[in-house]
Each structure stands twice: as C-alpha cells, then as structure tokens.
C-alpha cells in the first residue's frame, strides 16, 4: 500500500508539473484610447497612466509580454472618435494594424472618455447628452471589433473632476452630473455587448471616480480656471493611482 500510494503521489506531482509546463501565458497588445487624462498631461515625469497600467501588468502571472501604443489625445470627445468622420480613430486602427501584426498577442482596446463630453461648452459636440455618449461609444467599439476579429474593448469609467472646473472649456457643476450620468450608460453598454458578442467587451476600472473625489487634494494637480483653482488632471501621484487601477481592472477580465 505504501508503495502504491506513492507512487500516486509521484503521478499526480508529475502531472501538475506537466500541466504548469504547458499552461500559456498571455501576450497583449493594447491600444489605449482617451483623453488628455489617458495622454498623461497632468503627469511631471513623462509616465502616463497607460505606462503605470503596463507596468503593472507585466508584473501579473500569466501574462509574459505586453505591447502598447498610447493613442490618448487632449481634448477628445466620442464625437471626435467616431469612425468615418471623427479626426482620431484612424489613430486607433494605426495602433492597432501595428500591434496586431504580433499574432500570438492579444489585441485589447482600453478606452476612457466622456470628461470632454460631458462639458457644457467648448470641446466638439459639447454637451454630448447620454444617449449620444451611449451610441457614439458603441459605434466605435463595434467597428474596432468588426475590423479586429478576436479583438476585446475594455471600458473605465472616467474620474471625477470638481465642480468649479472652467479652463477654456466650460465644465462646472452641470458637467459633472453629465459625467455621472455616463456611467451607468456604460454597465448597460456592456451588459448589452455580453449577450450580442460574449467575451469581447468588458467593464474597466470603476473605483477612481470615487477614489479620486475623495482624495482630490493629494491625486490632482491644482490649475488655475475661470471660476477659481480646480481639479481635473491628476498629478504624478494619481496618474500612478490611475495607471495601476486600469491595470488591475485588464488582468481580472478574459483574456
């Protein structure tokens, strides 16, 4: 008996070994799409959030490679997305051709946005209502996932920013309840997208929003406005906090 037990031991240790051997690791290339915030301008060190999500990520288990391209652009609204005549999504699919050339990665697009549509005045299309928001963002994700097949979208919900937030752009309090209007626009979204194509879009990071009011003095960098200093770019700090959280948010989905 002794020997036939461990001999089953020896067995069921060699197999687990077998079985670790052979587990793949994931390969990503990720097309990081967004705003100033995903561009990184309030940052001081050049590191915007997608490096600090990347970083992240290459320190993850089961994930042995990670290819990016920050596509993110100052300013930008879904409007300015839009396929066909929006000015940035051949941004996108020049990122993406590049990276999904790597065929044994994963191609995933993260995107942020809504800050700059949610103004009442200022950025293109500006005030985008949440119908709009809703249906611009799934035009552009259902052409990224028709042109890449294989292809994941992954969806952050954007940061909070203050409610006396005016530079050339006219945000205020109205604009943050646009904002917060968004988010649950998302969830739908994504719960929309996991029936009609399950496993290709998934929900982001949705605990900056929260996090990033509640500690605004300490992940912000403070501007001077129209209507006195506000809060909208994060700092070196929370573009560190930011990075890590979308970060967090990719490794937890299917890939």
Request: glycine share 10%; aromatic share 10%.
């Amino acid at each position: 008996m002794k020997l036939r037990f461990s001999t089953l031991i020896f067995l069921l240790i060699t197999a687990l070994q077998v079985v670790a051997q052979n587990k793949k690791e994931t390969k990503l290339a990720i097309v990081f799409v967004g705003n100033s915030i995903t561009q990184g301008k309030g940052g001081t060190n050049g590191f915007p959030p997608p490096t600090h999500a990347v970083n992240y990520l290459k320190e993850e288990k089961g994930i042995q490679n990670v290819s990016f391209v920050n596509v993110g652009r100052s300013g930008s609204t879904t409007v300015d997305w839009l396929p066909g005549h929006g000015k940035y999504f051949p941004l996108a699919t020049k990122a993406a051709d590049s990276l999904f050339r790597q065929k044994d990665h994963q191609l995933l697009f993260s995107m942020k946005l809504g800050t700059n549509d949610s103004a009442m005045e200022g950025p293109n299309g500006a005030p985008v209502s949440k119908e709009d928001y809703r249906k611009n963002l799934q035009t552009i994700i259902s052409e990224l996932l028709g042109k890449y097949p294989g292809s994941k979208v992954i969806i952050h919900h954007p940061i909070w920013y203050s409610t006396n937030t005016y530079n050339r752009s006219k945000y205020l309090a109205e604009g943050l309840a646009r904002l917060e209007s968004y988010v649950p626009e998302i969830d739908g979204l994504v719960k929309e997208y996991k029936t009609a194509q399950p496993g290709r879009v998934f929900k982001g990071d949705t605990k900056s929003f929260k996090y990033f009011r509640k500690h605004a003095k300490e992940l912000f960098k403070p501007e001077e406005g129209q209507a006195g200093t506000f809060f909208l770019h994060p700092n070196e700090e929370g573009v560190a906090v930011l990075g890590k959280n979308w970060g967090k948010a990719i490794s937890k989905i299917d890939l």
